[in-house]
């Protein structure tokens, strides 16, 4: 008996197997079309009725369809016929079933790339074809089927308490606002107006990992990597970029002598030409790094999101700047989500909001998708008062780490010369935001005793 003959009949007699197996076949995987019609009816019948039919139950419904010749509904039926109650490894045919699905996965992935290179599939390109046979090579049967709430209470209790890891920032409003800082497997967007600080911002961080210990890499496609260590030479060495020049080499070398023993971390930047590279790229890089100089970063900086590529689309009639621009950001994400670190990006405001001073997530230029896809987005705003006291001001708009009502708005101290931000006195923040009233609410045992949740008494 065929592999996919024991599949199709084992997804009637066996009610755990089909559970465990029908959200990861697919219709297309049965090359003989009555195998594919057969399938198809299983599944119809179990997306109605929630169980698998008996052998008597198809052939009825086989019977009922119009649009069966009759050698076609002999076929079927002949199959049918064919399947016995006989027992079989269960754990045996999951392991050939699971095979069996990602063989054609991989097999349709092949094929949908001779088509993208033969230009018959105008949607993606061929930058595309990489991520389209990794996805196939990752089917596989997930036993989870999720969060249980009252059987895995226990789990649930320890996530509670466990401490995540964070990457966090040397400015005490942002550490306020994430609680921490920037937790791993996230994607993190400034936005901000042109010659606002993106970059300043940026590097100044980037410059805050590096004195933390971590492995920083910055990837730029906006400025030369020359003009990017220059801007970090400037914060770590605390001596305005323009005297950078002037400094005699003993000195310099003094000062990155120091740098060196004061941080075991290491900062890679790499240069891309604008709107030539992609999260695949990016990928072939870490891979690279980590081969060649043993190198795996903590947190990585692109700068920035609108000048990347996409790995999947390519610009088009079909294909508008709002699938682009999110195609990017959900690429970039996945990309954090895959080598387990933060991304932090940037992106443009429009040109209604470059002269806004009250900054909103509809002033995103270009893609309102990427807000949409971003764990934490703030506005970088300036204004001529803020630029003579020094300061930019720093507007929460999307924040899944806290509640981005408290500290909404906040100013930090700027030194474009050395490109530094700093944190400003309490008095700085005056009515721009109200202190919460309590950071860590009494939790104990006794302080909930006679509370009443929901009709619940603790």
């Not at 046979?133 to 009252?150: M, P, Q, W």
């Not at 005056?430 to 202190?435: A, S, T």
Request: proline fraction near 3%; aromatic fraction near 10%; glycine fraction near 6%.
């Amino acid at each position: 008996m065929k592999l996919e003959t024991l599949i199709l009949n084992n997804l009637l007699r066996d009610e755990d197997f089909l559970r465990r197996t029908i959200p990861f076949i697919r219709d297309e995987y049965f090359l003989d079309g009555s195998e594919r019609k057969i399938f198809q009816k299983v599944r119809d019948f179990v997306d109605e009725y929630n169980n698998a039919p008996t052998k008597s139950a198809l052939v009825v419904n086989f019977q009922n369809d119009k649009n069966l010749t009759e050698e076609e509904y002999e076929r079927v039926v002949k199959i049918i016929d064919g399947f016995d109650e006989k027992e079989i490894n269960k754990e045996w045919l999951l392991d050939e079933t699971e095979k069996f699905c990602k063989d054609k996965a991989v097999y349709n992935a092949i094929l949908k790339s001779i088509q993208i290179i033969d230009g018959k599939d105008t949607t993606f390109n061929s930058e595309a074809i990489p991520e389209i046979l990794r996805d196939a090579l990752a089917v596989s049967f997930d036993d989870s089927v999720g969060h249980d709430y009252i059987t895995d209470s226990g789990s649930r209790f320890d996530f509670y308490h466990k401490e995540e890891t964070k990457i966090p920032f040397d400015l005490d409003m942002f550490n306020k606002i994430t609680k921490g800082g920037l937790p791993n497997k996230t994607l993190n967007i400034a936005l901000a107006g042109t010659g606002v600080g993106k970059s300043l911002f940026m590097c100044h961080m980037a410059a805050g990992c590096l004195s933390q210990g971590k492995n920083v890499l910055y990837i730029t496609m906006e400025m030369a990597e020359e003009k990017i260590a220059e801007r970090i030479d400037a914060n770590l060495m605390n001596i305005a970029i323009d005297d950078l020049k002037s400094l005699p080499r003993q000195m310099f070398d003094d000062r990155i002598s120091r740098i060196k023993n004061k941080t075991e971390g290491k900062l890679i930047i790499k240069e891309y030409p604008t709107a030539s590279a992609h999260s695949g790229h990016f990928r072939a890089l870490l891979n690279e790094l980590n081969l060649k100089k043993q190198f795996r970063p903590d947190i990585i900086f692109i700068d920035y999101l609108n000048i990347c590529a996409s790995s999947r689309f390519k610009m088009s009639g079909s294909v508008n700047t709002y699938v682009y621009i999110k195609g990017i950001a959900e690429e970039l994400r996945g990309l954090a989500v895959e080598f387990n670190v933060p991304i932090v990006s940037a992106t443009q405001t429009t040109r209604s909001g470059y002269a806004n001073s009250d900054v909103e997530l509809t002033d995103t230029s270009e893609s309102f998708g990427l807000p949409a896809t971003a764990d934490f987005m703030f506005a970088l705003i300036s204004t001529e008062d803020l630029e003579k006291l020094g300061q930019i001001l720093v507007k929460q708009l999307k924040n899944r780490y806290n509640d981005p009502s408290q500290y909404r708005r906040f100013v930090v101290g700027v030194d474009k010369s050395k490109m530094r931000l700093y944190d400003l006195e309490l008095s700085a923040q005056k009515d721009l935001y109200q202190e919460p009233k309590n950071d860590k609410p009494d939790i104990s045992f006794g302080s909930l005793r006679n509370k009443n949740f929901d009709g619940i008494k603790i």
